[in-house]
């Protein structure tokens, strides 16, 4: 791998600091951020987006509000490349494409852009009265849906039909409201009682029910036409399937493609790619060989941009897609370093962290690996590396130090993912928080710096109770100020970090090195060998001290 593609990654939002992306252009132009990064991971609120902090797209044109030409322009100047995504799977209902479909229905040429989900199920299922196919009890079997109930949004069309389209994630529909003289023209009714009937629309959709579950009280035989003002008058928030079997859809992709190289990007991270590939009767997630398929001729439009692929993808370490993966020639997360190292620490034992370590460079796994992200720390991915009674230990760890549980649409022991700052995972012990990055930043691959862990950033309790329900991930994001930076730029357990990443930046043992795992019981020894240089860590997880030599010239 080129010396550009190993060297380490900061990881943020484009608001994460200052509350766009020339603030944090500044930050890295910083004399203390010098020579400490050589790629960045902006984090797709980059783009024209809505939901999801930026993984909902409209389209891949910059954010006005965060982001401007001129800030890329500064990163490519400060020698940063970039790692964007490229959602595979969704877009949002904002995009153009299903806007028109929305406005033009079957005279949309986006009409096959997205999956009719009665079109996809047709001939596997019986017609519902609500005007949705559910599908055989067999060809749901292989099924794997994120949410409750049937993956589905149905989408009002100029004719005044219903249709569903398929919705692997979010979706809300909201219904504007009419006002009072809009009702007395609808109705006939006169301004009072308009006024009356206006205040049990409201109240009734403020709860959350659909028009037609509204108590109309007096004016019941008013409902159906004011229900279908309503009906006609939705308004949505959500990702829409792509279906990848439209010429047009592909098109899409090879343009996206072009835009993210434009923008400097070198690698590009697939978001959600594992559930694009669909068939009845097969599997939606993880679908083989059509999710391999996919992969292959995505690359094949990556190629001329010369972009490397990331496929983002959780499974269990005992399911070994991680392997599948890197065989078939992309690189892959260690989403197992997170939790292993915190593992090690907690258990004073290096024996497991030391094994993956050593299966890494045997097998030649092509990684960028992790503390904390803008996700949670991923714990379903260790079954299998360690016993189900220790990852229920590290779990009560994290969350008696204020971390929070992640479970898949809220089935216990379902989906292992805790949300806490890396930092306060580990008890906010200084001491820790170093030996965890200097590992990292030893470990075969890229590593990837999350911002906030840079600056030992603590778990936001209140970030959380702001977003309200689902805003867990919130304890993790925290928007910093210029003022927080240059603070945190103080603590020792920031510059010694910085360090660290300038030594793993400059010392050419890490270009195109080998790498030699090494130790035993409590201690873990890395040693990097490259362009005639060495560079050694010797970690120890019992005295939690860390040790680097090199031949390496660097003023520590």
């Known amino acids: 791998m080129a010396e550009k593609n190993l060297s380490p990654m900061l990881n943020a939002y484009p608001d994460s600091i200052g509350g766009d992306l020339s603030h944090l252009v500044e930050v890295l132009k910083l004399p203390e951020m010098k020579g400490v990064f050589g790629s960045?991971?902006?984090?797709?609120s980059l783009f024209h987006t809505d939901l999801d902090r930026g993984f909902s797209v409209i389209d891949?044109?910059?954010?006005?509000q965060l982001v401007s030409p001129e800030d890329l322009e500064a990163l490519e100047e400060l020698g940063l490349n970039l790692k964007l995504d490229f959602i595979l799977n969704h877009a949002s209902v904002l995009s153009p494409q299903f806007q028109d479909l929305l406005a033009h229905g079957e005279d949309s040429p986006y009409r096959d852009f997205f999956i009719n989900w009665n079109d996809f199920w047709a001939g596997h299922g019986t017609m519902t009265e609500e005007g949705y196919i559910q599908p055989d009890a067999e060809m749901l079997s292989k099924m794997f849906f994120r949410k409750p109930g049937l993956p589905f949004l149905m989408v009002r069309m100029p004719d005044g039909k219903d249709v569903p389209y398929w919705n692997t994630f979010y979706q809300q529909v909201d219904y504007l409201r009419p006002t009072v003289q809009?009702?007395?023209?609808?109705?006939?009714?006169?301004?009072?009682?308009?006024?009356?009937?206006h205040t049990l629309l409201c109240q009734g959709l403020d709860e959350g029910k659909k028009p037609g579950d509204i108590d109309f009280g007096a004016f019941e035989d008013c409902r159906e036409i004011v229900c279908g003002w309503l009906e006609n008058h939705r308004e949505y928030l959500g990702q829409m399937d792509l279906n990848i079997k439209s010429p047009l859809v592909w098109d899409f992709y090879a343009d996206t493609l072009k835009t993210l190289?434009?923008?400097?990007?070198?690698?590009v991270r697939?978001?959600?790619f594992a559930y694009a590939p669909k068939e009845p009767g097969e599997a939606n997630f993880l679908n083989d060989p059509g999710t391999w398929d996919l992969l292959e001729r995505v690359r094949q439009l990556a190629e001329p941009y010369h972009l490397q692929l990331l496929p983002e993808i959780h499974a269990s370490y005992q399911e070994k897609i991680y392997q599948t993966v890197s065989r078939k020639g992309y690189m892959t997360y260690d989403f197992f370093l997170p939790g292993l190292l915190i593992h090690a620490i907690e258990t004073h034992s290096a024996d497991t962290l030391r094994s993956w370590a050593a299966e890494l460079v045997e097998q030649h796994i092509d990684t960028v690996n992790m503390l904390g992200c803008h996700d949670g720390i991923p714990l379903l991915d260790l079954r299998g590396l360690i016993p189900e009674e220790e990852i229920q230990k590290l779990i009560e760890i994290i969350v008696g130090r204020g971390g929070y549980?992640?479970?898949?649409?809220?089935?216990?022991?379902m989906y292992y993912q805790v949300n806490a700052t890396y930092y306060s995972a580990l008890g906010e012990d200084d001491r820790k928080m170093l030996l965890a990055r200097a590992v990292q930043l030893f470990m075969p691959?890229?590593?990837?710096?999350?911002?906030?862990?840079?600056?030992?950033?603590?778990?936001?309790?209140?970030?959380?109770k702001r977003a309200g329900a689902g805003g867990h991930k919130e304890i993790n994001r925290t928007n910093l100020s210029m003022e927080d930076v240059k603070l945190a730029l103080t603590r020792e357990v920031v510059q010694k970090q910085l360090k660290l990443l300038q030594f793993r930046n400059s010392c050419p043992a890490f270009r195109d090195g080998t790498v030699?795992?090494?130790g035993e019981g409590a201690v873990l020894t890395l040693t990097w060998r490259g362009q005639g240089h060495t560079a050694t860590l010797t970690a120890d997880f019992e005295a939690l001290t860390y040790q680097v030599e090199s031949d390496f010239p660097f003023e520590w």
């Open 182 to 197: 809009q009702l007395m023209k609808l109705t006939g009714l006169q301004y009072a009682q308009a006024g009356a009937l």
């Open 261 to 267: 190289a434009g923008y400097g990007a070198r690698i």
């Open 60 to 64: 891949y044109g910059l954010n006005r």
């Open 445 to 464: 691959g890229k590593p990837q710096i999350w911002y906030l862990d840079l600056f030992a950033g603590r778990n936001d309790h209140e970030a959380v």
């Open 40 to 44: 960045f991971y902006i984090l797709p």
């Open 516 to 518: 030699e795992v090494s």
């Open 270 to 272: 697939l978001d959600a």
């Open 405 to 413: 549980i992640k479970n898949l649409d809220g089935q216990k022991n």
